[in-house]
């Protein structure tokens, strides 16, 4: 049995990269949600208009991969202390948010982000990632999907 988790960090590709590489997870699909435009394009979500984060649906096995340790590494790969900003890419698109399935999700989530503050490691910078319920997921476009495995290309971190 499989559950889902759905993260935006930036641009979806290296994302996606990144969690198809952790032990129990079976699927990585890139895609689009928070917005309010239904069944939006790449182009459309670039617009900066519909509200919407490039962001990832993983499917992973809980017995083999918990939902905190795929939060650990959601934090691990992007800075969450920019706001619509990742590296060289901005926009709300590129916004650091955790859509959570369910309640048990949203306090690991909420407990984590504290945790990770609390913690230090950005010093005075504020944690600015969004915890809210995920809504519709809009799967991108097939040339999207598994884009670093098309074109032979490394994982991109900005963190």
Not at 56 to 84: A, K, M, R
Not at 100 to 112: G, L, N, P, R
Request: hydrophobic share 30%.
């Amino acid at each position: 049995m499989t559950e889902k988790a759905t993260f935006a960090a930036g641009c979806f590709w290296g994302v996606e990269a990144s969690f198809r590489e952790v032990k129990g997870v079976k699927n990585v699909t890139v895609g689009y949600t928070g917005g309010k435009t239904r069944n939006p394009t790449y182009e459309q979500v670039c617009s900066d208009r519909t509200g919407h984060a490039e962001s990832v649906q993983v499917e992973y096995d809980p017995s083999v991969v918990t939902y905190d340790q795929l939060l650990d590494v959601f934090w691990s790969i992007h800075d969450p202390t920019t706001i619509n900003r990742q590296g060289p890419d901005f926009g709300s698109q590129y916004r650091s948010a955790i859509f959570y399935h369910s309640k048990e999700q949203a306090d690991m989530a909420f407990t984590s982000k504290n945790r990770l503050q609390r913690g230090g490691k950005f010093g005075p910078r504020r944690i600015v990632t969004e915890i809210v319920e995920a809504g519709e997921f809009c799967p991108a476009e097939e040339y999207h999907q598994r884009y670093h495995e098309k074109h032979h290309l490394k994982s991109c971190r900005v963190a």
